[in-house]
């Protein structure tokens, strides 16, 4: 079975920093990688996914991320982090098709002036 | 186009009473899920449903939640009776396929008091 894994509960960046956030996987084929960001009382917005090809993937709001298959890894990376990012993250991975994705526990990202 | 629609927002019950969530997804979206989230964790599946058919179930504490997805478009989940431990956000998601990620609702919080 998929498990992600979110080593970082809770990240404090200064705004116009860089910021990555980790995120691990568990499963044996080629996964289908996601991340998503939940604003307070918000549902979630997915951000960018991969699934193949490339595996540096671009996302919305300036946000990008990178497939690593020997290190399991999915990180999600932005150059200069903005105030209105302050959210939660969720990485998730699916098997494709229609299997539901399971995701990891998030990361809460605090931006300070 | 249209998000999928969620209500209601908020709901607070007391124990052993009884609700329910209705849900709405984007039009011609399939494949629809419930997903639940206690704070400070991710969303964990509670049942999918491909049409008006369930797909996987498995981890839907049937003795209390129900659910069902007539004419395979709204969804409702039940609960009934409610426990203090069923205090979290459901969440409803569409999708057409896993390689297109979900589209989120806001989402219903719940609190069993």
């Known amino acids: 079975a998929q498990s992600v894994t979110q080593p970082d509960i809770h990240i404090t960046v200064s705004e116009g920093a860089s910021l990555e956030l980790r995120c691990n996987y568990s499963y044996g084929a080629t996964p289908y990688l996601f991340w998503y960001v939940q604003s307070p009382g918000q549902g979630l917005q997915l951000l960018l996914k991969?699934?193949?090809?490339?595996?540096l993937v671009q996302g919305i709001k300036g946000f990008e991320a990178e497939f690593k298959r020997s290190q399991s890894s999915f990180n999600l990376r932005k150059p200069s982090v903005h105030w209105s990012d302050a959210a939660e993250y969720f990485c998730?991975?699916?098997?494709?098709?229609?299997?539901?994705?399971?995701f990891g526990k998030g990361t809460r990202l605090s931006v300070i002036a | 186009e249209a998000g999928v629609a969620q209500s209601p927002r908020y709901k607070i019950i007391e124990k052993r009473q009884s609700v329910a969530f209705w849900c709405n997804p984007i039009?011609?979206?399939?494949?629809l899920y419930w997903y639940q989230q206690i704070l400070g964790q991710g969303p964990k599946l509670l049942i999918q449903?491909?049409?008006?058919?369930?797909?996987?179930d498995s981890q839907l504490p049937k003795d209390r939640f129900s659910a069902e997805r007539l004419k395979g478009v709204d969804s409702t989940l039940k609960i009934q009776p409610a426990k203090l431990e069923d205090s979290a956000v459901y969440l409803c998601a569409s999708s057409l396929g896993t390689g297109d990620g979900y589209t989120f609702g806001s989402g219903t919080r719940l609190t069993v008091v």
């Open positions: 991969y699934f193949s090809g490339d595996t």
């Open positions: 449903f491909q049409n008006n058919g369930v797909v996987d």
């Open positions: 998730a991975v699916g098997e494709g098709g229609n299997t539901p994705l399971v």
């Open positions: 039009s011609g979206h399939a494949t």
